[in-house]
């Protein structure tokens, strides 16, 4: 193994980062290890870790979250930049490919008729230069996604929107929260300021609006190809951005008792916000529903002097309901139940939406094997399993159900305090990463991402959701998709 050498100006440059030495020479050994492969053991699947809710159910638990009086807000990571959105119109651009960065009439495209107004012919080239020039340096949160009339809308306006649809808090505050790079806090910052008070005014409402930055303590250092600590052209250690499992930090801030977490590219046209309100009031409803039956037995467990049947119905609610599962030491041993129980429910809790697999990249639920040999549910990327060994790549090509990142979550205990989020993350959840620096290979760290590792000791319930309520956009192209693209007869919502 490679020994870091740090200088003093390395050790300078690590405090001036927020970092500690420890904290390096941590990530430097860990760039060497690796991180170890999740042993997942089954597939999440309706009827064992997937809660399918009925019609009664929703309906009471839209009711729950109806008449709920607590502080809500939305939690928004908009760190990404746009410019892989046009990928596919830079290699166009650039000649590296001669297909057209798109399939369908861009007449569609919120955005055409502006970007139309500025180029002097008709040819296809033309159009895809100016998209590049007017857009592709922007965030991804201030990209024109949608149309209504003669209004372009953002991704921070269609948050703002969602907000107010099923996030309005009862004395009609809105709050929401963007999580955002700090070269474009100010531009971000600047468009709410100037867009809010139109739709606040309309809708009756007023905004609380907050961003935060990914702390620079977060940051994560590489290596070479050599395995030596990377360094840039004038020799100064590269930090780069430890992913968006960092934002633990930023969400362990927050002061509402419920958050609901979605990305900042996962927003659909008006006409979508129907079905969309309706399944984000039924997973606050089911949050609020189990976090006071947690509190409830939490009380119950401290209280003592439980009878053996007592005991067996919380046991049984928390293995059929919140999918706990309890070693056959510790289920036989009542001295050691108790304490486990407890320490299982008084955690946070999160609600996850989860969604059919329609080939979409990234993570999914599975169940996986904890070192206690008990197993727990868990958000998993692909990339974060060792698909050479037969049996868990078997584990993957069952998996039906994909992470849209839709979650509510409550991250208060049952005193009303704010757990310490970093308590419950699993260190060893997060991947290696080859990228490269000015054109120089080096391997990168991913620490656990924020709902992958950095959640994974949280109170977890995984429920389907339609795919309808998954609309991302991960490039341009899916602006044409039909939850995307503007339609002249798509009107403004009126609630």
Same mark, same amino acid.
């Given at each position: 193994m490679i020994e870091l050498t740090l200088h003093p100006a390395d050790k300078e440059e690590i405090r001036a980062h927020g970092l500690s030495e420890e904290a390096v020479r941590e990530q430097f050994a860990r760039l060497q290890t690796g991180y170890p492969s999740t042993p997942i053991t089954a597939p999440v699947v309706p009827g064992r870790g997937l809660k399918q809710v009925t019609h009664a159910e929703e309906q009471e638990y839209i009711r729950r979250y109806g008449e709920y009086k607590g502080l809500r807000s939305k939690f928004v990571p908009a760190s990404g930049a746009a410019s892989r959105m046009f990928n596919r119109f830079f290699a166009y651009q650039n000649g590296q490919s001669e297909k057209k960065p798109y399939e369908g009439n861009p007449a569609l495209f919120a955005f055409y008729d502006e970007v139309m107004a500025h180029v002097q012919n008709q040819e296809e080239r033309a159009f895809v230069d100016e998209v590049l020039a007017r857009y592709a340096h922007l965030p991804k949160a201030l990209v024109p996604f949608h149309r209504y009339g003669a209004s372009l809308w953002t991704p921070i306006d269609e948050h703002l929107m969602e907000g107010i649809v099923y996030g309005r808090n009862p004395d009609g505050e809105v709050r929401l929260h963007f999580t955002v790079s700090a070269e474009h806090q100010e531009d971000i910052r600047h468009y709410y300021t100037q867009h809010s008070p139109s739709l606040a005014e309309r809708y009756g409402v007023r905004f609380s609006i907050s961003q935060s930055i990914q702390a620079p303590a977060t940051d994560t250092i590489a290596v070479s190809e050599t395995g030596e600590l990377f360094r840039d052209a004038k020799g100064h250690i590269l930090f780069r951005p430890g992913g968006h499992g960092a934002l633990l930090h930023n969400l362990g801030t927050m002061e509402e008792e419920l958050i609901f977490i979605k990305n900042i590219d996962n927003v659909a046209k008006h006409s979508y916000l129907v079905e969309t309100r309706r399944y984000k009031e039924m997973l606050a409803g089911l949050l609020l529903t189990v976090r006071e039956r947690v509190f409830t037995l939490i009380g119950q467990l401290q209280a003592g002097g439980l009878s053996a049947e007592a005991l067996a119905e919380i046991v049984a609610y928390c293995q059929n309901e919140l999918c706990i599962t309890i070693p056959a030491t510790v289920h036989s041993n009542i001295e050691r139940l108790i304490p486990y129980l407890l320490g299982k429910l008084n955690r946070p809790i999160? *609600?996850?939406?989860? *969604?059919?697999?329609?080939?979409?990249?990234?993570?999914?639920?599975?169940?996986?094997?904890?070192?206690?040999?008990?197993?727990?549910?868990?958000? *998993?990327?692909?990339?974060? #399993?060792? @698909?050479?060994?037969?049996?868990?790549?078997?584990?993957?090509?069952?998996?039906?159900?994909?992470?849209?990142?839709?979650?509510?979550?409550?991250?208060?205990? $049952?005193?009303?305090?704010?757990?310490? #989020?970093?308590?419950?993350?699993?260190?060893?959840?997060?991947? %290696?990463?080859?990228?490269? $620096?000015?054109?120089?290979? %080096?391997?990168? #760290?991913?620490?656990?991402?924020?709902?992958?590792?950095?959640?994974?000791?949280?109170?977890? #319930?995984?429920?389907?959701?339609?795919?309808?309520?998954?609309?991302? *956009?991960?490039?341009?192209?899916? !602006? !044409?998709?039909?939850?995307? @693209?503007?339609?002249?007869?798509?009107?403004?919502?009126? %609630?």
């Open positions: 999160r *609600v996850c939406g989860m *969604v059919p697999n329609e080939g979409e990249p990234g993570g999914g639920p599975f169940w996986v094997r904890e070192a206690d040999g008990s197993e727990s549910l868990q958000i *998993v990327e692909i990339s974060q #399993l060792d @698909r050479s060994d037969a049996q868990t790549e078997a584990i993957i090509q069952q998996s039906r159900y994909f992470n849209p990142v839709d979650i509510v979550c409550s991250i208060h205990n $049952y005193k009303g305090e704010r757990f310490d #989020l970093t308590k419950f993350i699993n260190p060893d959840m997060g991947i %290696l990463v080859h990228k490269s $620096y000015n054109g120089t290979p %080096l391997t990168g #760290l991913e620490p656990p991402g924020l709902w992958n590792g950095a959640m994974a000791g949280w109170l977890t #319930l995984f429920v389907e959701v339609p795919a309808m309520t998954f609309t991302p *956009v991960k490039e341009v192209a899916d !602006l !044409l998709r039909p939850a995307h @693209r503007f339609d002249p007869q798509e009107p403004l919502l009126t %609630l």
